[in-house]
């Protein structure tokens, strides 16, 4: 009943794609730059705004960029399983695999200057900003090679040059700092934007209504990107939210239904929402996305929803099929250029494991670094205190 | 870390405009003057270490102090400039300081309820929305949660908002981005986003305002990792440390008092930044230290008229720096009168009294002649009688009480 209810409608979006096949294979292609033009699964649907059209333009380059940058996703969580379970990650763990193709798809649409922010399933986002995989394997296993010097873990990941804001463990509380970087973007006028990711569990929190409400008071380039896998951790969306059309909640905010399995859908989205969010403030963009792991390691993730519902989307939507599809329909790559690419992300994640292995576990003294930016000179440490430890100009 | 003073060429002893005058009423204090007045541009470290930027060869070792504090007019220290500096009331020293700060870096932001257009519930920000304009003084809806979320959001990027509680008490709907966000940040990312706001507004007992308008929130987020907390008290450390706060790389959090705002005092013409992590030594004495911060001040001062009356020689430190405390300050009175008093308006539990009497024990113990005595707030929620509301806070007379208790 429950579970069922579901399934059906996390299934449905394919068959449309189907229908539309024969009409993509436009011609076979030889050069690399060559634009192809493709068709996302189904139309885009609208919220007080018009949708943009179904037809994304891209190139044979970027379908295998796309299938490389999602298959390294997809290792590197796997990876993360595997390490997890041989306890060498702890603590929290929050896999993305399933929804690789809203962090390439968004990538493809912006630019490093706009700014991205996420709650604690950031280890794709991450990489799709510019991170490598031996930041992402220390910083999980608590290192100091991480990109936060092993202080972080799983959900604190960060890079700065990569216009990455994190990485935040508390439920919505990154809405409001995403707003805020559209404002300080407003503020030096430099023509950004900011997406400010969060879930359907977080969509029921107060402060994103705060926030979207000043965002459009104030005219900020702010596009909230709810990334809808439709459970927020054991709670089916149904049961946790009246309204499930998250993409409307905004009112006055226009909004738009992505289907989040599709890199090309999400890719479209973006750019459309970046215009849109430049000219006119706020977006809240749905993406239709599904989350093959539980919500964390410790959750196995079959015990609110069926493992059928699992593998049937993992057969219908899974977002590298898809790309493989395209890629070997357009005659771009063959099966066993793909198989390569597979096996060479796989290497390539074993090699960044043990690299990231060999990296030392932070020092001692790394607990009191970066806790102010500028210190106070003697600090008293040790558990009692007594231990004093002055720093001599 | 270094203050920068400057002051005027005037080697001339004290003026009488510096004598410590006390008046019956908190509100009408004047001459609370500090005295670095110096001749030249000098870096003070809070490690009382000094060292002459520019030559002062006009001045003599000795006069030069090594710390910001007030002390009495007949040290001999460096004098009071020629020119007499410019009266204003506590309010209007917070606007101008936060108006030089806003002119000199573009990147500094004020955001909170009613701070634009309307100028502040509390008149702070007056006329900075006409002057700088809507994207650099913010009026925001009703949602500290979210705003405040906002300016940490904004100053991971590089700006340094300015957020204001309309009263203290309100940030406690915004105490998760505190928090987690604004403390943590630094710290979480490996050094990557620094967090430069500045949190203020009016928070500790007022004038029969009711519960939930009266709370002292220095208590709930002295503990947070990563943030600093100072309480400003007399206009002009008022001033000083919202300039210090603006310019600091840390998050500070600025408390304000209610009752506070309409104290009206003498601050010089010449720009000047205090130091965050600093004790302000109120009045040297010889037989207790009487620590204190924000409003109490005012009440200890009372006392003080009394006790010295009575024969007593209190030492009077307004602690200023609610985290980290000046310890070196505190220390040296310690050791200098061997007898501690805390005078504070938040609840005993858990409150600043309570870390700072710890700090006190652990760390000079072997100086104290008797156990420390921490006068504070009842551990009620303030009710709006006032007579019971007058009961709730520490008096004047409880406070001499305590000394002469202590001085047995």
């Not at chain 1, 936060?148 to 799983?154: A, C, D, T």
């Not at chain 1, 929402?273 to 993406?287: C, F, S, T, V, Y």
């Not at chain 2, 019971?388 to 406070?399: F, R, S």
Request: glycine share 8%; hydrophobic share 35%.
């Amino acid at each position: 009943m429950a579970l069922s209810r579901s399934g059906s409608n996390l299934l449905k979006p394919i068959s449309p794609f189907f229908s539309c096949a024969p009409s993509i294979l436009s011609r076979s292609i030889s050069s690399s730059n060559d634009s192809i033009t493709v068709e996302t699964s189904i139309p885009f649907t609208a919220h007080n705004c018009e949708p943009p059209s179904r037809s994304v333009t891209t190139s044979a380059a970027e379908l295998r960029s796309f299938f490389r940058d999602m298959a390294l996703m997809r290792r590197m969580e796997i990876a993360a399983d595997s390490l997890y379970k041989a306890k060498l990650i702890r603590g929290f763990c929050h896999l993305y695999d399933g929804q690789e193709a809203v962090a390439v798809g968004m990538e493809a649409a912006i630019t490093r200057k706009d700014c991205i922010i996420t709650a604690y399933r950031d280890h794709c986002t991450f990489l799709s900003r510019g991170g490598n995989l031996v930041e992402v394997f220390a910083e999980l296993m608590g290192r100091r090679a991480g990109m936060s010097n092993g202080k972080g873990g799983s959900m604190h990941f960060y890079r700065k040059e990569g216009g990455f804001y994190g990485g935040h463990g508390i439920v919505g509380a990154q809405v409001p700092l995403g707003c805020g970087l559209a404002f300080a973007q407003k503020y030096s006028k430099d023509e950004n934007v900011t997406f400010a990711m969060y879930g359907d569990g977080a969509a029921n929190q107060g402060q994103l209504f705060e926030a979207l409400n000043i965002a459009a008071l104030w005219d900020l380039p702010a596009i909230l990107v709810c990334e809808n896998n439709h459970y927020g951790m054991g709670t089916a969306e149904w049961r946790a939210a009246k309204s499930p059309a998250y993409y409307k909640r905004g009112d006055y905010v226009p909004g738009l239904k992505v289907d989040g399995m599709d890199a090309f859908a999400v890719k479209q989205a973006c750019k459309f929402a970046k215009e849109h969010a430049l000219k006119n403030g706020p977006i809240i963009l749905e993406m239709d996305t599904y989350r093959y792991h539980g919500h964390s390691m410790s959750d196995p993730g079959s015990t609110y929803r069926t493992r059928d519902e699992i593998s049937g989307v993992r057969q219908e939507r899974d977002p590298i099929e898809r790309i493989r599809k395209l890629l070997l329909s357009h005659e771009i790559s063959t099966e066993t250029e793909l198989k390569d690419i597979e096996k060479e992300v796989r290497k390539e994640v074993d090699n960044a494991i043990s690299k990231a292995k060999e990296s030392d576990m932070p020092d001692p003294s790394e607990l009191f670094t970066n806790v102010y930016v500028k210190g106070f000179g003697v600090e008293a440490y040790g558990a009692d205190r007594k231990e004093l430890r002055a720093t001599l100009p | 870390m270094a203050t920068l003073f400057q002051g005027l060429p005037s080697s001339t002893a004290f003026s009488s405009s510096n004598k410590f005058n006390h008046a019956p009423a908190p509100t009408s204090f004047s001459g609370t003057w500090n005295n670095e007045r110096k001749s030249s541009i000098v870096t003070v470290r809070s490690d009382a270490r000094w060292s002459p930027v520019l030559n002062s060869a006009t001045h003599k070792p000795q006069r030069l102090i090594t710390n910001a504090v007030a002390t009495k007019a007949d040290s001999s220290l460096a004098s009071t400039s020629s020119k007499p500096g410019h009266e204003l009331l506590l309010f209007e020293a917070l606007r101008e300081g936060l108006e030089e700060e806003m002119e000199r870096d573009p990147c500094v932001c004020v955001m909170g309820e009613d701070v634009g257009h309307y100028g502040g519930s509390y008149k702070v920000t007056k006329g900075l929305a006409t002057k700088f304009g809507d994207l650099r003084v913010l009026d925001t809806p009703i949602a500290e949660n979210s705003f405040t979320g906002m300016g940490i959001g904004a100053a991971m990027t590089g700006l340094r908002p300015i957020i204001e509680g309309m009263n203290m008490g309100f940030l406690l709907l915004a105490f998760n981005q505190i928090s987690n966000n604004c403390g943590m940040l630094h710290y979480t990312s490996g050094g990557q986003f620094k967090i430069p706001v500045v949190i203020r507004g009016p928070g500790g007992v007022g004038r029969q305002l009711g519960a939930e308008h009266s709370q002292r929130l220095e208590s709930y987020f002295q503990s947070i990792p990563g943030i600093q907390m100072v309480a400003c008290s007399t206009p002009y450390n008022a001033k000083g440390l919202m300039k210090a706060a603006i310019r600091s790389e840390n998050p500070v959090i600025l408390f304000e008092h209610v009752l506070l705002y309409n104290l009206k005092d003498r601050i010089p013409d010449e720009e000047y930044v205090l130091s965050l992590e600093e004790a302000e030594m109120v009045r040297p004495g010889e037989h207790v230290t009487i620590l204190t911060y924000s409003r109490m001040r005012y009440h200890v001062m009372q006392a003080a008229k009394t006790l010295v009356n009575k024969g007593y020689d209190p030492e009077v430190i307004d602690i200023r720096s609610l985290k980290p405390f000046d310890l070196h300050t505190i220390g040296k009175s310690v050791k200098k009168t061997h007898r501690v008093l805390i005078v504070e308006e938040c609840m005993r539990t858990g409150g600043i009294g309570a870390s700072l009497t710890a700090a006190i024990t652990e760390n000079f113990n072997d100086d104290l002649d008797a156990p420390i005595v921490c006068l504070s707030s009842q551990d009620v929620p303030t009710p709006y009688a006032g007579t019971l509301e007058e009961w709730t806070v520490v008096q004047p007379a409880q406070i001499v009480t305590a000394v002469e208790q202590l001085c047995q």
